[in-house]
């Protein structure tokens, strides 16, 4: 564990000096601004309200985007592995979802939203939505797939039911695996909420926030809000992986 913190702590430090370097090269603070200027716009973004209020909101959206995608990959997951008919009939769907231009869909639903302006809020949600469920649904099938192959003839031979066998054995043996991903999809989901929120404009979001600094010139504070999601993407990553170990500890 300290070794791997160790190495992390050491591709930063290889980041920042990579970062110094390239400033230095370009010396043009309209292309690539000081580390030192994009930390100090970064102070300011944490002492402004109206950063925390996007941050709430550009949170909220991520999380409802990942609990939406969740009980539905969950869903789908439990029809798929009761039913090969149900597998079959989900599959073309799964697949169109992960096949469909994520920038398309944005482009759809602000086409929508003349109509509906309550889809320059949602539209986030909808597009991260769409893009975390078929990475859900793959990831929740293929452990209960592997579960099964483990532990599926057992079962039959003990007359096990198709509900006790999924309910019983499959989900909490399944669940590790599965939350071990969580955190590295939530990240994906807010990289994908942000971008949705730039495109749709919405209004009370770190996107929107990364508009305005764009079409003022505000480049440090643009490189300051990039910095802090990947930092906030840091952070949900952890968190998710805290839970994985958690729910290691208590299947064991």
Known sequence: MKKNLLFSALSLAILALAWVAVYFIVRNDGIVPSLWDTFVAAGREFGSAAFWRGFAFTLLRDLAAFALAFLLGAGLAALASLSEKARALIAPFVSVLRSVPTIAVTLILLAWAVRYPALYSTAPIIVALLVLL??????????????????????????????????????????????AQCGPILSLGLKITVSGEILARTYRSIGGLMQTAQLELQLASLFALTLIVVVIGFVLEGAGYLLYRFAERRLK
Do not use: H, I
């Not at 099938?141 to 096990?160: K, M, N, P, T, W």
């Not at 039911?161 to 054995?169: E, T």
């Not at 499959?170 to 590790?176: G, K, T």
């Open 134 to 179: 078929p990475t859900l649904y793959a990831a929740m099938l293929a452990s209960v797939d592997e579960v099964r192959a483990g532990y599926g003839e057992v079962a039959a031979a003990f007359g096990v039911s198709a509900k006790n066998q999924l309910f019983k054995m499959y989900v909490p043996l399944a669940a590790p695996p599965v939350l």
